[in-house]
């Protein structure tokens, strides 16, 4: 099966860059979608297409999506941001979307 | 704007069938492209999709829980229903139903969630 790989936790100061990876075998040739998911809430999407953000989602949140990772990159980080972030992919040999462990990202 | 709502029961035994109902609200389920997909996440853990069904009733199924999952559609109500036979106390978590477009790739994302509905599985 295809497995999604991302660190448990990152942390980052305020005002600071925070940066997550996904990492998957040729996970460059396909499209990976991000999401937030903040404590007893729902996911919601903050990058698809590996670098496309929402309306509604800040400039401070970009993707990008090379060879074997893909990272989600969070500028002038907000105490707001801390949440758990999860990647996503279509995996056509399994016939099945998949997604990553989850990173929990910690705003010191 | 598309929003969406699960619901179902809290609490299922083991071996019992789970049924879980998505309310679509603010558009129509028969438009062409739309699907709604079914996840969810164990306390703790990562998410897992489970099922999608699309406006031309196309359905998809994770292929590890497919011979325990079935979806449907009411669209007359607005509705998509999950059920999940054999229910083990490993099937507890939130579950979650998106909204997502077809896509010829598939390369699809999920977008809005519903709130979740937390279902525990115990005898």
């Known amino acids: 099966s295809y497995v999604l790989t991302q660190s448990p936790s990152v942390s980052a100061a305020p005002g600071q860059t925070a940066r997550i990876t996904c990492g998957g075998n040729n996970i460059g040739s396909g499209s990976v979608h991000w999401y937030q998911q903040k404590p007893g809430q729902a996911p919601v999407l903050v990058v698809y297409?590996?670098?496309d953000r929402p309306s509604e989602i800040p400039e401070r949140f970009s993707g990008s999506n090379s060879g074997n990772t893909a990272t989600l990159t969070i500028t002038r980080v907000e105490a707001g941001d801390e949440a758990d972030y999860f990647c996503?992919?279509?995996?056509?040999?399994?016939?099945?979307?998949?997604f990553g462990g989850g990173t929990r990202l910690t705003v010191l | 704007q598309i929003t969406l709502k699960e619901s179902g029961p809290t609490l299922v035994k083991p071996t019992q069938t789970l049924t879980l109902t998505c309310t679509v609200s603010g558009s129509s389920l028969s438009t062409r492209g739309r699907g709604l997909a079914w996840l969810r996440q164990p306390p703790g853990k990562a998410l897992e999709w489970l099922a999608l069904?699309?406006?031309?009733?196309?359905?998809r199924y994770s292929p590890s829980l497919k011979s325990r999952l079935t979806i449907t559609q009411d669209t007359s109500k607005n509705q998509v229903v999950l059920t999940v036979t054999n229910i083990d106390p490993a099937d507890t978590g939130t579950y979650y139903c998106?909204?997502?477009?077809?896509?010829?790739?598939?390369?699809?994302?999920?977008?809005?969630w519903g709130q979740g509905t937390l279902v525990t599985v115990s005898s």
């Open positions: 297409d590996d670098s």
């Open positions: 996503q992919v279509w995996h056509s040999s399994g016939d099945r979307w998949v």
């Open positions: 998106a909204h997502t477009w077809w896509r010829q790739s598939a390369y699809n994302w999920f977008d809005p």
């Open positions: 069904i699309y406006w031309n009733d196309d359905k």
